[in-house]
Structure formats: structure tokens, C-alpha cells
């Protein structure tokens, strides 16, 4: 059985940089496109970031909005993928959604903001205040 479980979720002063982990379970060896979608109310929803490996090396891709101030990544030995926040602003307050689906395309199908993921978590809500 897939499981994704978020934590991490915080209120923060802007400029902060929360770090949040998400514990993978369920895949086995199966190659997964990982990501981070966030929702805040009113707004549509928003990948900030995805995440694939292939041939031991890790692909990444990043929303406008987030470049240079989020970081994706995954240690494989504890199947925890993260999401590192710095420099946060208050239009980054949203729910963050950790999520995956197994994959079996091309590694740059994973590299963008439409993703249509099988397995989600339950989110973690980032507040930012100016």
C-alpha cells in the first residue's frame, strides 16, 4: 500500500526557510515522479517542484515562482523526499502537497507542472507573514 506523509508545515516570518519532509512508502523498486504541489484558497493549484532519478542521478524541475529559493530532493536509504523553502515570501502561504506516481515514460514527461500524480499526502500548511 502507497503511503505519503508530510510534515514540517509552519507559520514563519518572511525570509524563513522551513525544510519539509515527506516519508515515501509502498513503491518498492519502482521508478516514481515525485513532487511538491501546493494550494492556497482562491488560487489555482501550483507545482513547485518535481523530482525523478534515472541512472543514479537526480532531474529536477522548478516553478517560476520558486527557482532559486526551493530545493527538491530525496534520500533513497530513508525514501523521504524534501522540499527545502528559504527566502519565503507571504505569497508562498499555501497548503503543500506532497505527491508521486509511478513512471514508466520519459524522465522530462515529470519535469513540469502537470503531472497528474496517483498518490498524494494529507498536506502541511505554510504560513508566511510580512
Known amino acids: 500500500q502507497v503511503q505519503l506523509a508530510e510534515s514540517g508545515g509552519a507559520s514563519v516570518q518572511a525570509g524563513g526557510s522551513p525544510r519539509l519532509p515527506c516519508d515515501i512508502s509502498?513503491?518498492?523498486?519502482?521508478?516514481?515522479?515525485t513532487g511538491w504541489p501546493r494550494q492556497a484558497p482562491g488560487e489555482a493549484r501550483e507545482t513547485v517542484a518535481t523530482l525523478i532519478w534515472y541512472s543514479d542521478n537526480p532531474y529536477t524541475y522548478y516553478a517560476e515562482s520558486v527557482k532559486g529559493r526551493f530545493t527538491i530532493s530525496r534520500d533513497n536509504n530513508k525514501n523521504t523526499l524534501y522540499l527545502h523553502m528559504t527566502a519565503l515570501k507571504p505569497e508562498d502561504t499555501a497548503k503543500y502537497y506532497c505527491?508521486?506516481?509511478?513512471?514508466?515514460?520519459?524522465?522530462?514527461?515529470?519535469?513540469?507542472?502537470?503531472?497528474?500524480?496517483?498518490?498524494w499526502g494529507q498536506g502541511t500548511q505554510v504560513t508566511v507573514s510580512s
Open positions: 509502498g513503491y518498492a523498486n519502482t521508478r516514481t515522479c
Open positions: 505527491a508521486a506516481k509511478p513512471w514508466y515514460g520519459p524522465v522530462s514527461s515529470c519535469l513540469h507542472d502537470e503531472v497528474e500524480y496517483t498518490d
